[in-house]
């Protein structure tokens, strides 16, 4: 059931998740180079689950398994487990930047889906703010795409995903603790990926299987932090800052991939963390 609302939570809760995420996308695109899309995606099922399981243990695990709105938290957890296969086939296709310009469309996407079925009202301040957040992610990126094709219609059908996934979560909150939020979310993708996982299975070696674990406690440690986030602020409120992704996303590219940042990728950060300041100054009363 939901919280009290604590904004200021909420957004330090979706800024973990942001980097937890930023560096689940790194792994997982340096593991798809080698291992199957299901594999990588089967193994991150296995870790969140046992990161459910022990999350949940402390209420009892089945207790917090029963939901008040069970369709609500299965449709939700099989909506998040496409999400996140459309975007893992993203990374397969094209570049970690040109995935993250077309995914950075979904903050937008969330406080438009919001208003319509939460009843949450985004001001026009905080519009702006969101819109000065995207520009910021433009500057960063800079995408140069020549011509439309199939793989560039990923990114967005997946933000898409992502946005309605978000707008879902703060729904089940309404009625549910988010240790069940969070354990539906493992055992449903547990039980989708070990349909197809296992038949594409190719060893590892000692290097991957370690980049495999970290990879899927980051992924366990972002949903987690994203549901708490959800439980302490409204959708809306919370969406300037997931544009962090795209700076962690930048640092990672010059630690992993040794992509120097430039004027415009430091310009566009210090666009994205003004406008998060700025809701975060909403949030406090000074306006909506």
Same mark, same amino acid.
């Given at each position: 059931?939901?919280?009290?609302?604590?904004?200021?939570?909420?957004?330090?809760?979706?800024?973990?998740?942001?980097?937890?995420?930023?560096?689940?996308?790194?792994?997982?695109?340096?593991?798809?180079?080698?291992?199957?899309?299901?594999?990588?995606?089967?193994?991150?099922?296995?870790?969140?689950?046992?990161?459910?399981?022990?999350?949940?243990?402390?209420?009892?695990?089945?207790?917090?398994?029963?939901?008040?709105?069970?369709?609500?938290?299965?449709?939700?957890?099989?909506?998040?487990?496409?999400?996140?296969?459309?975007?893992?086939?993203?990374?397969?296709?094209?570049?970690?930047?040109?995935?993250?310009?077309?995914?950075?469309?979904?903050?937008?996407?969330?406080?438009?889906?919001?208003?319509?079925?939460?009843?949450?009202?985004?001001?026009?301040?905080?519009?702006?703010?969101?819109?000065?957040?995207?520009?910021?992610?433009?500057?960063?990126?800079?995408?140069?795409?020549?011509?439309?094709?199939?793989?560039?219609?990923?990114?967005?059908?997946?933000?898409?995903?992502?946005?309605?996934?978000?707008?879902?979560?703060?729904?089940?909150?309404?009625?549910?603790?988010?240790? /069940?939020? @969070?354990?539906?979310? +493992?055992?449903? #993708? $547990? =039980? !989708?990926?070990?349909?197809?996982?296992?038949?594409?299975?190719? %060893?590892?070696?000692?290097?991957?299987?370690?980049?495999?674990?970290?990879?899927?406690?980051?992924?366990?440690?972002?949903?987690?932090?994203?549901?708490?986030?959800?439980?302490?602020?409204?959708?809306?409120?919370?969406?300037?800052?997931?544009? /962090?992704? @795209?700076?962690?996303? +930048?640092?990672? #590219? $010059? =630690? !992993?991939?040794?992509?120097?940042?430039?004027?415009?990728?430091? %310009?566009?950060?210090?666009?994205?963390?003004?406008?998060?300041?700025?809701?975060?100054?909403?949030?406090?009363?000074?306006?909506?």
């Amino acid at each position: 059931m939901a919280t009290a609302q604590r904004p200021h939570l909420g957004a330090a809760l979706t800024i973990l998740a942001m980097f937890s995420f930023a560096s689940l996308d790194a792994m997982t695109k340096l593991l798809v180079a080698d291992y199957p899309i299901t594999q990588t995606l089967w193994v991150r099922a296995w870790v969140f689950m046992v990161f459910a399981l022990a999350i949940a243990r402390k209420r009892g695990i089945a207790r917090t398994a029963r939901s008040a709105r069970p369709w609500l938290q299965g449709g939700r957890a099989l909506l998040g487990m496409v999400e996140s296969a459309v975007f893992v086939l993203a990374f397969f296709y094209l570049p970690l930047a040109d995935t993250h310009a077309l995914a950075a469309t979904s903050p937008l996407m969330v406080i438009a889906i919001s208003q319509v079925f939460l009843g949450e009202r985004a001001g026009l301040r905080r519009w702006l703010a969101v819109a000065a957040g995207f520009a910021g992610v433009m500057l960063i990126i800079r995408p140069g795409f020549q011509e439309l094709s199939l793989p560039l219609l990923l990114p967005l059908g997946g933000a898409l995903l992502w946005a309605i996934y978000q707008v879902l979560i703060r729904l089940c909150a309404a009625t549910d603790p988010p240790e /069940t939020t @969070l354990l539906w979310t +493992a055992g449903v #993708g $547990l =039980l !989708v990926t070990t349909i197809a996982g296992p038949w594409q299975w190719r %060893a590892p070696d000692a290097a991957a299987w370690a980049l495999l674990i970290v990879m899927a406690l980051m992924g366990s440690i972002g949903h987690y932090a994203l549901v708490r986030a959800l439980d302490f602020a409204k959708a809306a409120s919370v969406q300037p800052y997931s544009y /962090t992704l @795209l700076v962690f996303a +930048a640092v990672l #590219g $010059l =630690l !992993v991939f040794g992509q120097m940042p430039d004027g415009f990728t430091i %310009a566009g950060a210090l666009i994205v963390v003004a406008g998060g300041l700025y809701t975060w100054w909403l949030d406090r009363g000074a306006g909506g």
